[in-house]
């Protein structure tokens, strides 16, 4: 939110009182919405209880009870109530963490109080108090107008319709509602849940966000994988009824089979792998405004960056002034009244007029010292502007009569008060309406802007006619040229590194920027955006066809100066016609456009607009561009994790799934190697804590290597993986371990198992079954790099995970009464040999994948 605000008119008062504002806001609470109707935790707990899944093992659970198998009911009632408890537990967590994170965007106010402009927070708003708009404001509160100067309002979010109005003096702002052009100031007369929007909101309290894609798309996995379950569980069911078993026993079968395929931990996982992301993102400043942009990000392959702030670090200050007289230095400490200024006598006698003029057109910028250290009170370069007239020893300026603020497509702002008429602007914009201007202005422009100064133009000219003072192409004719101001911005010192890391994932740059192109192209190559030679473009020479623009954007590197926010939306439609992800930034009312039309529109946290962070997608709270390519590290790393957790479950639905198919292959003939009560043990027990880890992975230096585009989330890849590599090679350890126990034993193909021998060929096969997800948690961290070479560490939880699964493995076989109510004891010495043979087979057969695979790739 810029500083330039007015109280125009005549109208500007001391507004309230410090302590005034105090007891009204005791008295009528908070400028707050009332909070929305949330739903009762025990529905969201209802709820995770009566899913698909979950109704599928109620019934499944039914079933059994009715069949006479109580435990196994048990059993499977208490997988869903763990399942629906866990994702209840995520989700609600998530929910909480996300209101949270809304909290951090920060909803500011400017107001008269105590006879100062003072910038507040949207929620301490009380009756009374004197609102001072500008363009990209939102009003916070319903509120009276007492003045305007060209202004309009955007009430689209209340009344729908699209065309801006402009409120005459005692017409009506309502908050929620926001600010296109112009200023005004306006008494506040409602807060809270007394303003239009609260009744609103109260109406549509209940209206629910659709779902995210990246939940459509893990739904549609998951749906398919549960009817898949079922339909097997039906088809083995037929099956077994056909090899002569009775109908108890068939079911019993056909239920193993059905849970064997139920990925019972998918959703939980997912729900915390978000939550997480959506967490790490906030600590690294990236407010992710809509999840389902998490996967947006990681797909990014082209970002269109501003400059001021973003690459550079907003803290503006004069270094050089130019006047026909010669031009003068300007040294100092930030934004410290103190200062030295060096340069020819006359030119130093034309620098108070000059700073005075420049000042007048923002007159509620300032510096203060709340510690003791100076800090910009409003837009930088604005507070810049002030600090330089400090520094000139220039007195108060009269009260302005009339002002024009700044607006994107003049490119400059002007105040009108009784010592005349003062302009400031891009220089470009300013130089054509200065009568006289001498030649050497655009010299000394050329050179200050190859310099990489940001250089703004400023004029003067007697007052004008209060007839035209307030049109403003009027009153900005025929000026005189005071000089050029010449500002610097200096690189934020870790851009270089971030462009590098952009470079590196295979994503283009580009700088758009409504700067002069000598200050954009000398910032892109400072910081590594762009060659000395890369290629400069203005806003007003690009080409007229879309197909056209997106052919000459279309390079890395690229600058384009003096933009509007016309050319950025027309930018993000070409790029993306040409099959690029893309990211644009914006702070201003008017760049809403481009970044609602932008695959993810990045909006500036600390100095964008409200009407920018609402439209956008991504707010970066600290408004630096490495928090863009942070954020887009994050997004890939959770969606790799997603996919890492599929892998994992998949492969162990193979190992599962296989006793089953082998003794309905067999018409009997081996027994069962499994029950269904250790497929519950190993889906709910074993499993949970290191899928769950797996889905906590952090990005390797790998994440932000080449272009990662994120359009499937089970694809070729996954599947290969799971169902023809990991999973057969789990499986394939598993019946062996159970075969050699059986046949070490003294068991015959064809014979009925010693119930003692079975149980201990069983309690191998689940010990195979276990570690064999041990070596496979390990394989799962990368689908390209075998374990080797990945290491044990980099994850502390799934060290920790894999050690509890370890412990409940021996629990399972050795705490009574689980190894006789889950039909497995603990094995023998040779049924623990053939049980851990599973770890270097599984790891084995990873490895050898991977590496077929880069030959493959390597293969011309």
């Given at each position: 939110m810029s500083a330039v605000r007015q109280a125009v008119g005549g109208t500007a008062t001391s507004g309230l009182t410090g302590g005034e504002a105090a007891r009204r806001l005791l008295r009528d609470g908070p400028n707050t919405l009332p909070a929305p109707r949330r739903a009762h935790?025990?529905?969201?707990?209802?709820?995770?209880?009566?899913?698909?899944?979950?109704?599928?093992?109620w019934v499944a659970a039914g079933l059994a009870l009715v069949a006479g198998m109580p435990v196994l009911a048990v059993a499977i009632v208490v997988v869903v109530l763990v399942n629906g408890v866990f994702s209840f537990v995520q989700e609600y967590r998530a929910d909480r963490a996300a209101q949270r994170l809304r909290d951090l965007l920060p909803v500011r106010a400017s107001v008269r109080r105590d006879g100062h402009t003072v910038v507040i927070g949207g929620q301490d708003l009380v009756v009374g108090d004197l609102l001072l708009l500008e363009a990209g404001d939102r009003v916070c509160a319903d509120a009276t107008v007492i003045d305007r100067s060209g202004f309009t309002m955007d009430e689209s979010m209340l009344t729908g319709e699209s065309k801006s109005i402009r409120p005459e003096p005692g017409g009506s702002l309502f908050a929620g509602t926001y600010?296109?052009?112009?200023?005004?100031?306006?008494?506040?007369?409602?807060?809270?849940?007394?303003?239009?929007?609260?009744?609103?909101?109260?109406?549509?309290?209940?209206?629910?966000?659709?779902?995210?894609?990246?939940?459509?798309?893990?739904?549609?996995v998951v749906r398919t994988v549960a009817m898949v379950a079922v339909v097997v569980g039906v088809v083995f069911f037929a099956a077994a009824m056909l090899l002569g078993l009775s109908t108890a026993d068939s079911f019993l079968f056909a239920v193993g089979v059905t849970v064997a395929l139920?990925?019972?931990?998918?959703?939980?996982?997912?729900?915390?792998?978000?939550?997480?992301?959506?967490?790490?993102?906030?600590?690294?400043?990236?407010?992710?405004?809509?999840?389902?942009?998490?996967?947006?990000?990681?797909?990014?392959?082209?970002?269109?960056?501003?400059?001021?702030?973003?690459?550079?670090?907003?803290?503006?200050?004069?270094?050089?002034?130019?006047?026909?007289?010669?031009?003068?230095?300007?040294?100092?400490?930030?934004?410290?009244?103190?200062?030295?200024?060096?340069?020819?006598?006359?030119?130093?006698?034309?620098?108070?007029?000059?700073?005075?003029?420049?000042?007048?057109?923002?007159?509620?910028?300032?510096?203060?010292?709340?510690?003791?250290?100076?800090?910009?009170?409003g837009d930088p370069m604005e507070v810049a502007l002030h600090v330089l007239a400090t520094r000139s020893g220039c007195a108060a300026p009269p009260v302005p009569v009339v002002r024009h603020a700044f607006d994107p497509r003049r490119r400059r702002s002007s105040v009108v008060d009784a010592e005349g008429v003062h302009v400031v602007g891009a220089p470009d914009s300013v130089?054509?309406?200065?009568?006289?201007?001498?030649?050497?202005?655009?010299?000394?422009?050329?050179?200050?802007?190859?310099?990489?100064?940001?250089?703004?133009?400023?004029?003067?000219?007697p007052t004008v006619p209060d007839a035209v003072a307030h049109v403003a192409d009027s009153v900005e004719q025929g000026l005189r040229l005071l000089g050029l101001v010449a500002l610097q911005d200096p690189p934020r010192p870790d851009v270089a590194e971030s462009i590098v890391a952009c470079r590196r994932a295979g994503i283009k740059l580009a700088m758009v920027t409504g700067d002069h192109p000598g200050t954009a192209h000398a910032i892109a190559v400072e910081v590594g955006l762009a060659g000395v030679d890369s290629t400069v473009v203005v806003g007003a020479d690009l080409p007229a066809d879309d197909e056209a623009l997106g052919e000459l954007l279309d390079h890395d590197g690229i600058v384009v100066a003096r933009v509007n926010p016309e050319d950025k939306l027309r930018i993000a439609r070409s790029l993306q016609a040409r099959g690029h992800v893309v990211a644009m930034t914006g702070d201003g009312v008017n760049d809403g456009p481009a970044l609602r039309t932008a695959d993810i529109g990045v909006a500036m946290g600390a100095s964008g607009t409200d009407v920018a962070r609402e439209a956008a997608d991504l707010v970066l709270l600290d408004d630096h561009f490495g928090t863009i390519v942070a954020a887009v590290e994050l997004g890939r790393?959770?969606?790799?994790?997603?996919?890492?957790?599929?892998?994992?479950?998949?492969?162990?639905?193979?190992?599962?799934?296989?006793?089953?198919?082998?003794?309905?292959?067999?018409?009997?003939?081996?027994?069962?190697?499994?029950?269904?009560?250790?497929?519950?043990?190993?889906?709910?027990?074993?499993?949970?804590?290191?899928?769950?880890?797996?889905?906590?992975?952090?990005?390797?230096?790998?994440?932000?290597?080449?272009?990662?585009?994120?359009?499937?989330?089970?694809?070729r890849t996954v599947l290969r993986r799971a169902f023809g590599v990991l999973g057969p090679a789990e499986a394939l350890t598993t019946m062996g371990?159970?075969?050699?126990?059986?046949?070490?034993?003294?068991?015959?193909?064809?014979?009925?198992?010693?119930?003692?021998?079975?149980?201990?060929?069983?309690?191998?096969?689940?010990?195979?079954?276990?570690?064999?997800?041990?070596?496979?948690?390990?394989?799962?961290?990368?689908?390209?790099?075998?374990v080797g070479r990945v290491g044990l560490r980099g994850n502390p939880l799934l060290l920790v995970a894999v050690g509890v699964e370890v412990v409940l493995l021996f629990l399972f076989l050795v705490l009574p009464p689980l190894p006789e109510l889950l039909g497995g004891s603990l094995p023998n010495l040779l049924g623990w040999l053939a049980a851990a043979f599973a770890v270097p087979v599984v790891l084995f057969a990873d490895a050898a994948a991977k590496a077929a695979s880069r030959s493959l790739r390597r293969s011309p």
């Open positions: 935790p025990v529905t969201l707990l209802v709820a995770q209880l009566v899913h698909f899944f979950a109704l599928m093992l600010a296109v052009e112009g200023h005004c100031t306006a008494e506040v007369v409602a807060t809270g849940a007394r303003t239009r929007l609260a009744g609103i909101a109260a109406v549509t309290a209940g209206a629910r966000r659709p779902r995210s894609p990246l939940a459509t798309q893990l739904h549609r139920v990925p019972e931990g998918l959703l939980p996982t997912v729900t915390l792998s978000l939550a997480r992301a959506a967490q790490r993102m906030a600590h690294r400043h990236a407010l992710v405004r809509r999840l389902e942009s998490v996967e947006t990000l990681g797909s990014t392959t082209f970002i269109c960056t501003d400059k001021t702030g973003t690459l550079t670090s907003n803290e503006m200050s004069v270094v050089r002034v130019w006047t026909p007289e010669g031009e003068v230095a300007v040294t100092g400490e930030g934004y410290a009244p103190e200062g030295d200024l060096a340069g020819p006598p006359a030119a130093l006698a034309l620098l108070p007029a000059l700073a005075s003029a420049a000042a007048r057109c923002s007159p509620d910028a300032r510096a203060s010292e709340p510690a003791g250290q100076w800090h910009p009170v130089l054509p309406r200065c009568v006289g201007a001498p030649a050497a202005a655009e010299a000394a422009l050329a050179r200050l802007s190859a310099a990489g100064l940001r250089v703004l133009a400023v004029a003067w000219r790393a959770t969606f790799a994790n997603i996919r890492r957790f599929l892998t994992y479950h998949l492969t162990d639905n193979v190992a599962e799934l296989t006793p089953f198919g082998v003794w309905a292959l067999s018409g009997g003939q081996i027994p069962l190697a499994i029950t269904v009560l250790q497929v519950l043990a190993i889906d709910i027990g074993t499993d949970l804590l290191p899928a769950l880890a797996l889905g906590a992975e952090p990005a390797n230096p790998r994440t932000m290597r080449g272009r990662m585009r994120t359009d499937s989330l089970m694809d371990a159970f075969l050699a126990v059986l046949f070490a034993g003294g068991w015959t193909f064809g014979r009925d198992a010693d119930p003692a021998l079975l149980a201990t060929a069983s309690g191998t096969a689940f010990a195979a079954i276990v570690l064999g997800q041990l070596a496979n948690a390990f394989a799962c961290r990368s689908e390209s790099h075998w």
